[in-house]
Nanobody, 118 residues
């Protein structure tokens, strides 16, 4: 049972990145999924979640980030546009408690680092 994030890297302010999270060992379509980030020296910040049909976003990323999922590929995505330096963080995906419950997060990936800088 695991989650593996990928797609992080260096982007310029105003640029874009797309993160992926590959899930294995559980029935992916049966669970809500989340993206959570941790900026250097700061605590965890919930970024976005998706259940069977709804998406939710933190105010800090609303209008810039888009969460999606491909249940056939057991993969969660986070498309990030108009990136800002304050988006620099380690991004984790997290498995929710059920298809309707984003939290608590029952399983975490190891994270992928996003750096936004000139």
């Amino acid at each position: 049972v695991q989650l593996v994030e990928s797609g992080g890297g260096l982007a310029q302010p105003g640029g874009s990145l797309k993160l992926s999270c590959a899930a294995s060992g559980f029935t992916f379509s049966n669970y809500a999924m989340n993206w959570v980030r941790q900026a250097p020296g700061k605590g965890l910040e919930w970024v976005s979640g998706i259940d069977g049909r709804n998406t939710r976003y933190a105010d800090s990323v609303k209008g810039r980030f888009t969460i999606s999922r491909d249940n056939a590929k057991n993969t969660l995505y986070l498309e990030m546009n108009l990136l800002k330096p304050e988006d620099t963080a380690l991004y984790f995906c997290g498995k929710g408690h059920s298809i309707t419950s984003f939290r608590p997060i029952a399983l975490w990936g190891h994270g992928t680092l996003v750096t936004v800088s000139t």
